[in-house]
């Protein structure tokens, strides 16, 4: 029996508040310098290529598995790009898949319990909800990444 929990913010919100991060972080792809985007790190943190690499593999296989209610193992970098146009391409196919799917979720889906990636039993507004917060703790790091370049990162809050 599907339940429906008290709403603090609409459906259509929370994508568009998902949609605005994603915004966020497609900016900071485009500014960040083709060679530092794949190669440049800190104390031993992935270059920001390899988080872009598990956001893209987080975001819509985990989506779709709970649109579809197949649950797959996650799966990182399996197609390797290797220019940061191939990376705003992927990004922005992504952000088109995400629209598609979060249009077959009924707002009772947000309380029902999925397995994300075979690994994490949570109800489904959790499983979003990490999604978001998993990329702003990259973007994060991206933004470190720049200020360590000289480069000034776009404003946090301009999604």
């Known amino acids: 029996m599907k339940t429906l929990a008290a709403q603090v913010i609409t459906q259509e919100d929370l994508l568009k508040h998902w949609q605005g991060h994603r915004a966020l972080t497609r900016r900071l792809i485009e500014i960040f310098p083709e060679k530092d985007f794949f190669e440049f790190s800190i104390g031993g943190m992935r270059p920001f ?4 690499d598990e956001l893209l593999a987080i ?15 996650f799966s990182e970098g399996g197609e390797k790009l290797i220019f940061k146009a191939q990376y ?4 922005d196919e992504a952000t088109e898949e995400i629209n598609t799917y979060w249009e077959q979720l009924s707002i009772e889906d947000f309380s ?9 039993e949570f109800p489904i507004i959790q499983n979003i909800l990490y999604f978001i917060d998993n990329e702003v703790h990259h973007r994060g790091q991206a933004y470190v990444y720049l200020r360590a370049l000289n480069i000034e990162p776009p404003f946090f809050w301009e999604r």
């Open 49 to 52: 290529a390899k988080l872009v």
């Open 88 to 91: 705003l391409e992927k990004w």
């Open 112 to 120: 029902e319990t999925f397995n994300l990636f075979g690994q994490y």
């Open 59 to 73: 975001a819509v296989p985990g989506l779709r598995g709970i649109v579809t209610k197949q649950t797959e193992a």
